[in-house]
């Protein structure tokens, strides 16, 4: 019996917040217990669905699938499955919610049973739009997140919350609704003999076919909505209010997931859908990355807050991502994946520590603070790993995807790769900077208010939240193949699709293959009949076999 553990992995917090829903609204301690709860029996999916995946070269690209028709008339199904990207981003989302859960746990007193249902009906939206293989599907999920993110900031935020709601709303609405109109032009437009379908797979086969005009508006329309969400400059307005304004718990699951899914987007959609319009509109997508970078850790340096120092580091930080899928090489498109990741722990224990900071002073002015260290001294010990892991120290997570991008960007085949690279190392000295000067500001030097001597150092529940936050960092910097060798079949298989469609601007041309090779060097027919000794060049090669002679 195939036990649907992907559905079940979707849908887990979503009962949870039906559990909530009908608990007494004076329950506080339940409503949180129930929702750490299910948070942790979401992680226990999660690994389960990680265990199932195959991560070797000749496995299906996508895993796990369940397809059931949902509106069987217009062509939508209940489609999910995942690839490699898909699955080391439903991990980490995995991780982190019962880490959300625990940092409000004390922060947020206030209708609390309604801030655990919006948490875990986000999880819920988040980890069904990283599984759809269905557009509709993924649109309903993709705007699903919309909602109880907006009700996080808008409700539980600072004093300026409405406005940094409403913005945050505004601005991913109008891409969304750009996007819905691109998703129905496929609809019309790219007609296989099964009929009109809203499957991906299927749509995948056959948009690439449409003509280079028309790719254009629709990577466009599609490339619009995920900017905003990632969100590039100059459209990344909303984001240094939302984090502001949103409270500790809600600025980690922005800057830990939802920020993920703008570039999760272009690599699921708008690269492999539109590759002729992908190769186009590159070099503009990698001049805003690397403008992103320099941009956002400019603006670091012009903060006085610190939330909304880490903010603008996020702008950088997926500006690093965005320049590695732009140069569209297999290091490059590794590293952006990866770098993903790393943001995710990394700059989602940034938003913990500076939340942690707050419950104890109830201000985030760097000046109110100073000499902390001495008081804390775990708490600034903790805050150190992951400072260094932000900025790209060797030996943390951050090292390894800076280091595959820009590796990738100077291997690029676009115009002045080598420039785009040099300016985005110009970035991670400046973010050296900025961090830096922020734990200098806040934890050294002489204490500024009375107060300082007196902050407590990390509760048991705060170590509980820190310790798989620092573990997760040293272990992605000390040993990250496991992760990479899950991201790298299926960022191999992106590089060959783009590269069969505009020859040696990315990738590799498709090979010449005689009759005689292929009796030769016959193509497995399953996951299980390539030889494990063989090398991962000679397996490119079949790879490149089985897909020019099918």
Not at 42 to 50: D, F, H, P, S
Not at 182 to 187: N, S
Not at 217 to 241: E, Y
Request: hydrophobic share 55%; aromatic share 10%; glycine share 10%.
């Amino acid at each position: 019996m195939n036990i649907p553990w992907l559905t079940i992995l979707i849908f887990l917090p979503m009962l949870g917040a039906v559990g909530v829903a009908l608990l007494p609204r004076e329950e506080h301690g339940q409503h949180r217990a129930v929702g750490l709860g299910f948070m942790l029996l979401t992680l226990g999916a999660a690994i389960a669905v990680a265990l199932e995946f195959d991560p070797a070269p000749f496995a299906p690209e996508f895993q796990l699938q369940t397809n059931v028709p949902w509106v069987p008339s217009l062509g939508i199904g209940y489609h999910v499955g995942i690839d490699g990207i898909a699955l080391v981003l439903i991990l980490l989302t995995a991780v982190l919610g019962p880490l959300v859960v625990l940092t409000a746990w004390k922060s947020v007193q206030t209708q609390v049973k309604e801030f655990v249902i919006a948490l875990l009906v986000l999880q819920t939206a988040m980890l069904g739009a990283f599984s759809a293989l269905d557009l509709v599907l993924f649109y309903v999920f993709w705007e699903a997140m919309l909602v109880p993110m907006y009700l996080l900031i808008g409700v539980w935020g600072s004093e300026r919350r409405i406005y940094a709601a409403v913005k945050f709303f505004i601005y991913t609405m109008a891409g969304s609704l750009l996007m819905l109109v691109a998703i129905l032009y496929l609809y019309y437009a790219a007609v296989g003999p099964a009929g009109r379908t809203f499957d991906f797979p299927e749509i995948l086969r056959l948009a690439p076919g449409l003509p280079l005009a028309a790719q254009r508006w629709l990577f466009l329309a599609f490339a619009l909505s995920f900017a905003i969400k990632v969100p590039m400059v100059p459209l990344h307005t909303w984001l240094p209010d939302a984090h502001t304004e949103a409270p500790a718990a809600g600025s980690v699951v922005l800057a830990g997931v939802l920020l993920k899914m703008g570039a999760f987007g272009f690599l699921r959609y708008a690269f492999p859908l539109f590759p002729d319009a992908a190769a186009a509109f590159r070099p503009l997508v990698a001049t805003l990355a690397v403008v992103g970078i320099v941009y956002g850790a400019l603006m670091c340096l012009a903060q006085r807050d610190m939330k909304r120092l880490v903010a603008y580091s996020s702008v950088s930080h997926l500006g690093f991502v965005m320049l590695g899928l732009s140069a569209m090489t297999v290091e490059g498109l590794t590293g952006g994946v990866y770098q993903m990741l790393n943001h995710g722990v990394s700059t989602g224990a940034l938003f913990v520590l500076v939340g942690l900071l707050y419950e104890r002073r109830h201000t985030r002015a760097m000046a109110d603070y100073g000499g902390i260290a001495r008081a804390a001294p775990a708490l600034a010990a903790l805050w150190m790993l992951v400072t260094l892991a932000s900025i790209g120290l060797p030996g943390t997570n951050g090292f390894v995807g800076e280091f595959l991008i820009l590796a990738g960007s100077w291997n690029s085949r676009i115009g002045g790769a080598p420039w785009f690279a040099a300016v985005g190392a110009i970035g991670v000295i400046l973010g050296a900077v900025y961090m830096l000067w922020m734990f200098q500001r806040v934890f050294l030097g002489p204490n500024r208010k009375a107060e300082n001597q007196t902050i407590a150092d990390l509760s048991g529940r705060e170590w509980t939240i820190l310790v798989p936050l620092a573990a997760l960092i040293v272990v992605m910097g000390v040993h990250p193949q496991p992760f990479l060798d899950r991201i790298e079949p299926s960022v191999q298989r992106l590089v060959d699709r783009l590269g069969a469609h505009h020859g040696a601007e990315v990738g590799t041309p498709p090979p010449s293959i005689d009759r005689q090779e292929l009796i030769l060097h016959p193509v497995p027919t399953t996951p299980y009949g390539q030889p494990p000794h063989l090398p991962p060049q000679f397996l490119r090669r079949l790879q490149e076999l089985r897909r020019h002679h099918p």
